[in-house]
DNA sequence: TCTGGGGTCCTAGGACCC
DNA sequence: TCTGGGGTCCTAGGACCC
């Protein structure tokens, strides 16, 4: 029967990815212009793997998401920058690009650090190519960060454009794929597992089955579809017949678990370091916990030797919490009982992870069994979160966290830029 | 020597209930 | 020869994303 979707009216509205190009490596050289044309990478924390690369290192064909210790002589041979990460300067730019997006549309969905979704404005639709091309200008000039940018009736085909964008510079990063236009050429050309929402998993299921490309895939019948890979993956082949199925979700919505874990710079093996670890992550949970107004109905303890040696060793446990709570005081105590029923001595442990569950809403006002309140010690921590804040820095923590830990993770390549630094870059707005 | 961190959704299967 | 059926909730695991 075909692909029943493209009976289907495909809709009217438009709407537009907008990806960061190499999101923290450009942000790193707003810094350091003259990192341009030069190989530029930034690390992921304890400068394990590499998380983002310019146009340079790609050519030189370092991968997304390679061991750094691997490729670290041949980049310094090829006279690369290397930068360990800095999420907190990546966050405020980001804020900045998506406020410049924010103010050129009605709608956005802010989908990751370096991407948003975004509905055309009425205004745009006659000339979306031209629009984008605009916008696209717009970010640059007012926060340094070039974006590449694609419009569709969908996400799915959205992302093949930006995608196409950002690849033939002839575009000036902005690429369509209009209702109505034969998309046939560009699907052709783009590889099953280049196509958000298909993995390496189902990328290697479908080529066996010849399904190689993004063209393949939007034309491979429904109920084959839904069978091997769920609504899923006959939702994104549908995305690649125009047909909207993933709808702009403008709404932040809150998390519905919140987790805090590090690699560590050293092997740790005692139940006094991976204690303090585990109250550190404990705190960071409780502080975005508190920041969406949640309170954590569960909270879980993990830890593991180095997945890369022999013997693994990995356990985790589970507590509830009786009461919903974001009293860190509450979490910190949950954390290392957990910890106390899985740790093993003699075990080099390498990671450590809290993670809180069954979040709820905080505004409701929570009852104990006997209708006291009992989110014991919520309101120091709150307190705690402002003289911190307006501190610009953690002022109040436990005295056990001071001072130089080896579970603190590498951070040899930090370019020490803060986010106060952001205020003396001289070209932006 | 050296290998990240933080999420979401979907589905299958078991427990439980009427 | 015989076993109830069907709905709902929960959870673990697997797939995906950046």
Redesign the pocket.
Same mark, same amino acid.
């Given at each position: 029967m075909g692909h029943p979707g493209a009976f289907l009216k495909p809709c009217e509205e438009l709407l537009v990815l907008c990806d960061c190009n190499n999101f923290f490596v450009s942000c790193e050289r707003l810094f350091r212009p003259d990192l341009e044309g030069r190989p530029v990478v930034v690390l992921?924390?304890?400068d394990? =793997?590499i998380?983002s690369r310019s146009n340079e290192a790609k050519a030189l064909g370092i991968k997304m998401?390679e061991?750094? *210790?691997r490729v670290r002589s041949f980049l310094e041979r090829r006279g690369s920058a290397v930068f360990s990460c800095n999420f907190q300067l990546y966050e405020e730019i980001s804020a900045r690009v998506m406020e410049v997006f924010r103010r050129a549309v009605p709608s956005i969905e802010v989908?990751?650090?370096?991407?948003a979704f975004l509905e055309v404005p009425p205004a745009g639709r006659e000339r979306p190519v031209e629009w984008g091309r605009e916008l696209r200008a717009a970010v640059l000039k007012q926060t340094g960060i070039p974006v590449s940018i694609g419009v569709a009736p969908a996400k799915t085909a959205a992302?093949l454009a930006a995608e196409r964008g950002k690849k033939r510079p002839e575009t000036g990063g902005v690429f369509a794929l209009l209702p109505g236009e034969a998309w046939d050429d560009l699907l052709g050309q783009v590889p099953v597992e280049d =196509? +958000?929402?298909?993995?390496?998993? +189902?990328?290697d299921f479908l080529r066996r089955r010849g399904v190689s490309t993004a063209l393949r895939l939007r034309d491979t019948p429904d109920d084959w579809l839904e069978k091997h890979l769920? =609504?899923?993956g006959l939702r994104t082949a549908w995305e690649l017949r125009g047909i909207r199925c993933f709808p702009l979700e403008e709404a932040e919505k809150p998390?519905?678990?919140?987790?805090?874990?590090?690699?560590f710079a050293s092997p740790v093996r005692s139940r006094e370091s991976l204690a303090e670890a585990v109250t550190e992550f404990a705190l960071?949970a409780g502080k975005?916990l508190r920041s969406q107004t949640s309170l954590a109905g569960s909270l879980a303890v993990s830890i593991s030797t180095?997945r *890369?040696r022999a013997p693994f060793y990995g356990a985790s446990a589970e507590v509830p919490l009786e009461t919903p709570t974001d009293s860190d005081i509450t979490l910190i105590k949950a954390a290392t009982g957990a910890l106390a029923s899985i740790y093993k001595e003699g075990r080099d442990y390498?990671?450590a992870?809290v993670c809180l569950g069954r979040l709820s809403s905080a505004e409701a006002v929570q009852l104990g069994l006997f209708g006291e309140k009992t989110n014991r010690g919520s309101a120091l921590s709150r307190a705690a979160d402002r003289l911190n804040e307006q501190a610009g820095r953690r002022l109040l923590l436990p005295a056990a966290l001071l001072g130089e830990k080896e579970w603190r993770?590498r951070k040899d390549r930090h370019s020490g830029v803060r986010l106060e630094d952001l205020g003396t870059l001289p070209a932006i707005s």
């Open positions: 992921s924390s304890n394990g =793997v998380i998401g061991p750094y *210790f989908y990751s650090v370096d991407e992302k =196509v +958000w929402g298909i993995g390496r998993r +189902w990328a769920g =609504v899923r998390q519905k678990s919140i987790q805090s874990s590090r690699s960071v975005r180095s *890369f390498e990671k992870a993770p």
